[in-house]
């Protein structure tokens, strides 16, 4: 963290969009987040109240119910949130999930489903993961086959961010058996009173634990041929290309927030605690350690802020979005780590922030495309 640098895509009016959204942050979600995080979920009324002030859909246009903002207005949110370890609120999915529906919906799909989305009255999430499909989406088995003006639905996703709370799941499923990618689609399934559509267990994970992470289960589920996703079949596969970069930025700008949190909160503790007659901070491998630290999280932050000013002139390409999710959230691991080992005993204790993040922090590693698929991915580009 360098206090004396300001990112240069916070003008006024974002300064005054943050100033307002630290404040909702403050009052509505941090009291709230030891209760979440016993329930394993933040609830609906959140949301709403989130969706009322405007903080949800901020780069989704108005003529759909949106704020008509940009990338900037979103990281915003994920950056306040992530600094103060607030994980389970789900609004990166959500946002992705909205972002399909801009990107790709037909006309009648966006103006159905994107303000609702808007005001925090529909929650979204992305069914792309299965027990045998995560990393190697090729084996996907979740199947959709058209019967008239429906698609009988039948299979199971895991992981699903929001998956207890979502009404509306952008759902990837096969529908020709055989077909690779060509065979791939997307179809937006709203859940409220869906019959054969089942959420199975929350999940109990090493971090997020107010995070909503469920199984989704699918027999005989009949949905409406309108709600697959740009009306036309075997698109699945393009579709979630296309949003690609802008999910893994989204990890990367949490990722950047919460070594900023982490690292504000190490220093502001090193200066109080004592040891030998001396606080912390004046050891020598205190000092040390606060700068290599300080000096990741800066180059962290300029690599993001590089991110966020090409997502918003629209030219940020999928390796450089990669290298940004892999090496922010690697470098993330190892910046709070050290931020737990300069608390001592009190990081391991979850009351204490650094203890949240850091376990929160594994599994940016994991989702959004494995750090292993990112250099994959940039490798091929060499
Ligand atoms: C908390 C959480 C939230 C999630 N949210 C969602 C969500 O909202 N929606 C959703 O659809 N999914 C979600 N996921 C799933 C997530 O995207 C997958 O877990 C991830 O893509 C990895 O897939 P996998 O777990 O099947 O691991 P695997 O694909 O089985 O990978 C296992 C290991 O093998 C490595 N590996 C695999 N292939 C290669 C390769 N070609 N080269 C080198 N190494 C390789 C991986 O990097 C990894 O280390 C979430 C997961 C978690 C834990």
Not at 190 to 213: P, Y
Not at 270 to 282: C, D, H, L, P, Y
Not at 315 to 323: K, R
Request: aromatic content about 8%; charged content about 25%; some cysteine.
């Amino acid at each position: 963290m360098n206090t004396a640098y300001a990112s240069p895509w916070v003008d006024e009016e974002i300064a005054i969009f943050r100033d307002a959204v630290a404040r909702f942050v403050e009052a509505e979600m941090v009291p709230n987040d030891e209760q979440w995080r016993k329930r394993q979920h933040v609830g609906k009324e959140i949301w709403r109240k989130a969706g009322a002030m405007g903080m949800l859909c901020t780069d989704i246009g108005a003529q759909y119910g949106g704020v008509g903002g940009d990338f900037r207005h979103e990281a915003v949110l994920y950056e306040e949130t992530s600094r103060r370890g607030l994980s389970g609120f789900g609004q990166g999915v959500h946002s992705i999930c909205a972002h399909y529906l801009e990107n790709h919906g037909t006309e009648e799909q966006k103006h159905r489903f994107l303000p609702r989305m808007a005001s925090g009255a529909l929650i979204g999430a992305i069914g792309m993961s299965e027990p045998a499909a995560g990393s190697d989406l090729q084996g996907l088995r979740t199947r959709a086959v058209r019967d008239g003006d429906e698609y009988v639905i039948n299979g199971s996703k895991i992981f699903i961010t929001n998956g207890y709370l979502a009404g509306l799941v952008a759902l990837v499923v096969k529908t020709q058996a055989g077909e690779g990618a060509k065979g791939t689609s997307i179809i937006m399934a709203e859940t409220e009173n869906l019959k054969g559509f089942r959420v199975g267990r929350i999940l109990d994970k090493m971090g997020m634990k107010s995070q909503d992470t469920a199984e989704l289960f699918f027999e005989d589920v009949r949905v409406p041929t309108t709600n697959l996703l740009g009306g036309a079949e075997g698109q699945g596969f393009y579709q979630l290309m296309g949003d690609l970069p802008y999910e893994r930025a989204l990890i990367a700008v949490a990722g950047v927030a919460a070594m900023e949190g982490g690292l504000a909160e190490t220093i502001r503790y090193v200066k109080e605690r004592r040891a030998f007659g001396k606080t912390i901070a004046e050891f020598q491998n205190t000092k040390f350690k606060l700068a290599e630290l300080a000096t990741k999280t800066h180059i962290a932050r300029l690599f993001v802020d590089d991110i966020i000013a090409k997502i918003v002139a629209g030219t940020l390409d999928t390796v450089t979005a990669s290298m940004a999710k892999y090496w922010v959230t690697d470098t993330q691991q190892e910046v709070l780590d050290e931020c737990v080992q300069l608390h001592g005993g009190y990081g391991y204790m979850n009351e204490y922030l650094v203890c949240r993040l850091f376990a929160d922090c594994r599994v940016q590693r994991i989702y959004g495309g494995t750090n292993e698929i990112m250099k994959e991915l940039i490798s091929r580009s060499l």
